[in-house]
C-alpha cells in the first residue's frame, strides 16, 4: 500500500520478486512531493449516483447556473463545471468534471494500418526529413491500400534552436507542434514575394539535397527551413485566416511563442535565463518591444502552419490519425517552464529493472507531482490530452501504466534506486475519456512490460484499447484480445528483419549494450514455429509470415510498421545506444515513391486488407 505521499514501499519485479525502497529514497522522495491540502475537482461519471456536495451553485460550462441543496443534479452535461459552495460565510470554487466514463471505440468492428516514423517517411520533395505533405500522400496511399488509420510518431514541439533533440518522446511541449515537418514549399506567401521566392528556391535545393544521406541531420534541416520561413514572413503575406485563428486561441500559446523568442536569445535551458524571465509571468512583463513582439507572433504563425498543415494530411481520406503521447517533457522545454509547480524537480521517471533492461531505465523526463496536479484542477493533464488527440482520429498513450503509477528515480540515483508513486489513475481516465467524446477519437493504451492487473481493469471499464505485440505475446494471435490495438513489432523492438536476420543482435552486440540473446532467440523460434517458417527462409517470407500471424488477431486495430513494410533490417530506437548509433533519425531505405509500390509493402497491404475484410463479413 502507498503511504499518504503516494510512494510505494515494495515492489515486484516481472518474476514477481519483491523488493523492499530503501528509506534514503522514500524521504527524499517525500521532500520532493510536499504536502498538498487541495481538495481538488469532482469527477462525476455519468449514469452514477451524483455526489453530495453541500450547499452552492453549480455553474455549467454554458453560463447556466444552478442552485445545489446537497448533491449534485443529476444527468449533468459532459464538460467542465464549477461548484462554488457557501459555508460559514466563505466561498469555495471547486471544479466538476462530467465524464462519459467511457472512450469512443473505433467504427469498424476491424481496421488496419500502418504505423510510421514520419520523419523517416521522405519522399523525393522532402527537405531530408519527412514532412506534414509526405504525411499526406501516406494517407492517400493507405486509404488507397485498404487502411483504416495511420499511426505516427509524437509530433511535439523542440526548442527552436540547435542542437535539434532528434527523440520524438523528449518533446519540449506535448501541446504544441514541430515546425520542422511543415513543407515550406506549402506555406501561404512562399512563391507570392520576390525576396521569399528566391530563398525558398535557394532553401529547397539545399535542402533536396540532403536526402542524399540516410541519416536525418536535423540540425541542419531546421536551419534551412527557418531562414524560409522566416523569409516568408518577412515578405508579409496575407494574414487575414491567420489572425483569425490566432484570436481564438488560449493564452498559452502567447506563452508558447514567448518562450520560442526567449530561447532564441538566452539559450535553452530556462533556469540559466535571468531570474525575472525564469517565470512565464516574469517573462510577459518584459516582452514590451516591437521585436520581441513580432517574433513571438512568428513562432504562433508557425502553430498556425502546423496546426493547418497536419489537418489537411487526412481530410477526404477517410484515414484516421492516430496520435502517440509521450510519457513526458524535456525538463528544459515550454511545458516544464510554464508547469513548475506541477512538475516535480529533481527527479525523472523510468522503470525499474526487468528482463529486457536489467539495469532499468531512466528516461530523463520530470513527472507530475499528484497532488499539485489535483490543486491545478489537473488542467495541465487536459491540456496535454486534448491537444494531442486528432479529431476523428485517435491516440496512442505511451507507457498508459503512468496513469496509475510511475517510477521515479532522484537525481543522482542508478535507474533501479526509485519507488512508484501512485497517480489518481480513475480521475485521469476519465478525462481521457471526457476528451475522447469531444474529439470523436479512440484511445490505445500502451500496456506493455510490467502491468498491474487492475490496470487493464479499467483500462476495460473505459475502453481505452489494449496494445498485444507478436513479440511478447505467448499465446496465439486468434486468442489476443479483440478490445486492442495488435502489431509485430514497435519502435524500440526489432523489425521483422532485424530478427529473423539476426542483425540487430549483431547491432546491439556492437554497441556493447549485453543483449539478452537468449529472449531474441526465443521470439525467433517463436515466429518460425508459428508460421512454420524453415532456418533460412528468406527475409520478405519471414515478414510476410509475421503479418499472415498478424492477421489472425481479433483485435479491433492492427498496425504493420513501414520499416517492416520495406524489410528494414534496422529498427527507429536502440535504447542505451544514442552514442553508436543514430537513434530516431534513421530515413527508411526508401523514399516514399518508391514505398508505394514496393512489392513487399503490397503484399503486406494485402494481406492484412483481406484479413480484415473477412472478419468484418463475418
Known amino acids: 500500500m502507498p503511504d499518504e505521499w503516494g510512494i510505494e514501499p515494495r515492489w515486484f519485479d516481472v518474476s514477481g520478486h519483491e523488493h523492499v525502497v530503501a528509506d534514503a529514497t522514500i524521504t527524499h522522495l517525500r521532500d520532493i512531493i510536499g504536502t498538498h491540502t487541495g481538495a481538488g475537482p469532482i469527477v462525476v461519471r455519468t449514469g452514477t449516483e451524483p455526489p453530495a456536495v453541500g450547499r452552492g451553485e453549480l455553474v455549467l460550462e454554458d453560463g447556466t447556473a444552478l442552485t445545489v441543496d446537497d448533491a449534485l443534479p443529476p444527468d449533468l452535461p459532459l464538460g467542465y463545471h464549477s461548484f462554488r459552495a457557501s459555508a460559514g460565510g466563505s466561498t469555495e470554487e471547486r471544479r466538476v468534471i462530467v465524464s462519459p466514463g467511457r472512450c469512443r471505440l473505433p467504427t469498424a468492428p476491424q481496421s488496419w494500418g500502418w504505423a510510421a516514423q514520419l520523419y523517416a517517411t521522405r519522399s523525393q520533395e522532402s527537405w531530408g526529413i519527412g514532412d506534414f505533405g509526405d504525411l499526406a500522400t501516406l494517407a492517400r496511399w493507405s486509404a488507397a491500400c485498404g487502411a483504416g488509420f495511420v499511426l505516427v510518431n509524437p509530433l511535439g514541439a523542440t526548442h527552436p534552436v540547435v542542437p535539434q533533440q532528434p527523440s520524438p518522446y523528449f518533446p519540449a511541449s506535448r501541446r504544441f507542434l514541430n515546425p520542422i515537418y511543415l513543407r515550406v514549399g506549402n506555406v501561404p506567401g512562399a512563391r507570392d514575394a520576390t525576396a521569399a521566392h528566391d530563398a525558398v528556391e535557394r532553401a529547397d535545393a539545399a535542402g533536396l539535397a540532403l536526402n542524399g544521406s540516410r541519416v536525418i541531420d536535423r540540425d541542419e534541416i531546421w536551419t534551412l527551413k527557418l531562414a524560409a520561413l522566416e523569409a516568408i514572413w518577412t515578405s508579409r503575406p496575407a494574414l487575414d485566416q491567420f489572425d483569425r485563428w490566432h484570436a481564438e486561441q488560449p493564452e498559452t500559446l502567447e506563452r508558447f511563442a514567448a518562450w520560442c523568442a526567449l530561447v532564441e536569445q538566452h539559450g535553452r535551458e530556462w533556469r540559466d535565463w535571468p531570474n525575472v524571465i525564469q517565470t512565464p509571468a516574469g517573462a510577459r512583463s518584459q516582452a514590451d518591444d516591437d521585436r520581441a513582439r513580432d517574433r513571438a507572433r512568428f513562432y504562433a504563425w508557425l502553430q498556425w502552419l502546423a496546426s493547418q498543415q497536419l489537418r489537411k494530411a487526412t481530410d477526404g481520406t477517410a484515414v ?299
Open 320 to 618: 484516421a490519425l492516430l496520435q502517440d503521447l509521450p510519457i513526458g517533457v524535456d525538463p528544459s522545454g515550454f511545458d516544464a517552464w510554464e508547469w513548475q509547480g506541477v512538475l516535480a524537480s529533481g527527479v525523472t521517471v523510468g522503470a525499474p529493472p526487468d528482463e529486457f533492461n536489467t539495469r532499468g531505465q531512466n528516461w530523463g523526463l520530470p513527472p507530475f507531482i499528484p497532488g499539485a496536479l489535483r490543486e491545478a484542477d489537473y488542467q495541465p493533464f487536459i491540456e496535454t490530452i486534448r491537444a494531442s488527440m486528432a479529431p476523428g482520429g485517435g491516440l496512442r498513450i505511451d507507457h498508459v501504466m503512468g496513469l496509475f503509477r510511475l517510477w521515479w528515480v532522484p537525481e543522482g540515483n542508478d535507474p533501479g534506486d526509485g519507488a512508484y508513486v501512485r497517480y489518481p489513475g480513475d480521475d485521469l481516465l476519465a478525462i481521457v475519456a471526457l476528451e475522447s467524446e469531444r474529439a470523436g477519437a479512440f484511445v490505445v493504451g500502451e500496456d506493455l512490460g510490467t502491468v498491474e492487473d487492475s490496470v487493464r481493469a479499467a483500462m476495460a471499464e473505459h475502453d481505452v484499447l489494449s496494445y498485444r505485440l507478436l513479440w511478447f505475446e505467448e499465446h496465439e494471435p486468434p486468442q489476443w484480445p479483440a478490445a486492442a490495438l495488435g502489431a509485430v513489432t514497435t519502435h524500440d523492438l526489432p523489425t521483422v528483419v532485424g530478427l529473423w536476420s539476426r542483425s540487430d543482435l549483431a547491432e546491439q552486440r556492437a554497441a556493447e549494450l549485453d543483449p539478452n540473446e537468449a529472449s531474441a532467440e526465443a521470439m525467433r523460434s517463436r515466429l518460425a514455429e508459428r508460421a512454420n517458417l524453415a532456418d533460412d527462409a528468406t527475409n520478405d517470407d519471414a515478414v510476410i509470415a509475421a503479418h499472415d500471424l498478424l492477421g489472425r488477431a481479433p483485435c479491433r486495430l492492427l498496425a504493420a510498421t513501414l520499416d517492416d513494410a520495406v524489410g528494414a533490417a534496422a529498427r527507429p530506437n536502440m535504447p542505451g545506444a544514442d552514442e553508436q548509433r543514430p537513434n530516431w533519425s534513421l530515413a527508411l531505405p526508401e523514399p516514399l515513391e518508391a514505398i508505394v509500390q514496393h512489392p513487399l509493402a503490397t503484399r503486406v497491404a494485402a494481406r492484412l486488407s483481406d484479413a480484415v475484410k473477412e472478419r468484418n463479413c463475418e
